[in-house]
């Protein structure tokens, strides 16, 4: 009798260690989905949109001076490594002179680049697991990591600091971050 009884105690106790784990489970998805909901919103904010907007007229606007004929079709479309080289630099040249006369430009340039480092953060520590932050950050809204932010940062670290020889470490994480998200087709 006292055998039974423990064996079902036993029982019960299991069933109650796994309907605990499960409501745990469920307890840290919603806590994940506040965090990342967050996220979104921040990113989806006014001052974001303006600031992204921003940095990606600016790059078009060195696009235009580069390449004086180019059509307005073409300034998304994918270029070479030499051309791509050519106008990173170019990005980052003109920022050093805008940066000492326009700081609300600047502001905006650290705005993205702090959300992108929060992101980057986030991958690294696997604070939300890569399908989920890849089903709302994609190759596309990532290229302006390599494209414009590292550019800038590269040539405004050097500006800042002219006889220092090391690399932020951020630049790899963001780098990271946009290296990891896997192409997704349309």
Known sequence: MILAVAFWAGKLAKKS?????ASLGQAEKVKTYQFLSDIILSYRSKEMLIAVSTLYNFNREMMKKLWPDI???E?????????RRKLQKELGETYIKRYEEDSDFHHKRRTVKGFFELLAGIHKEQVIDDDTLFNYWNKETLSIIPNIIIPIEK?????LNPKSKE????YKL???LYNDCPERSK
């Open 17 to 21: 260690l796994e309907a605990a784990m």
């Open 71 to 73: 059509k307005k079709s």
């Open 75 to 83: 300034l998304n479309l994918p270029m070479c490594v030499t051309c």
């Open 155 to 159: 040539r405004l670290f050097k500006h």
């Open 167 to 170: 690399k932020p470490e951020i």
């Open 174 to 176: 963001m780098r990271k």
